[in-house]
């Protein structure tokens, strides 16, 4: 029984990295991107995936993120960049390719609406 809960539990830490990744790369993106006397709404677009997909995820030692910056009255898009961070939330690379080169493959996706 006690190997049961150990391995329920995973998932849910694993999944904790990569809110750690996608928070790190949100909070850089902002602080990068968005002039700081803005406010701004976040939306994160996680994928659904159930236990397997959890676990698999979990033992990634990095995520890419795509991020885009949206004008809340024009709905037109500001500013593009993708960011590489560790599963404990270190931002190790961002930048803006093009996003033809990274959207795709990325693990999340978040808009900004300022």
Request: aromatic share 6%; net charge positive; proline share 5%.
């Amino acid at each position: 029984m006690a190997g049961t809960l150990a391995l329920a539990a995973t998932p849910l830490a694993s999944y904790a990295g990569s809110n750690q990744a996608l928070d790190a790369c949100v909070k850089s993106f902002v602080e990068t991107y968005i002039p700081k006397d803005r406010v701004v709404r976040v939306h994160k677009h996680q994928p659904t995936m159930g236990p397997l997909g959890m676990m698999q995820a979990g033992r990634k030692d990095t995520y890419t993120i795509a991020l885009s910056a949206v004008g809340k009255r024009s709905g037109k898009e500001i500013a593009q960049a993708r960011c590489v961070a560790s599963r404990r939330g270190e931002v190790i690379v961002i930048d803006s390719p093009p996003a033809g080169s990274y959207v795709a493959k990325a693990d999340f996706a978040a808009v900004i609406t300022r």
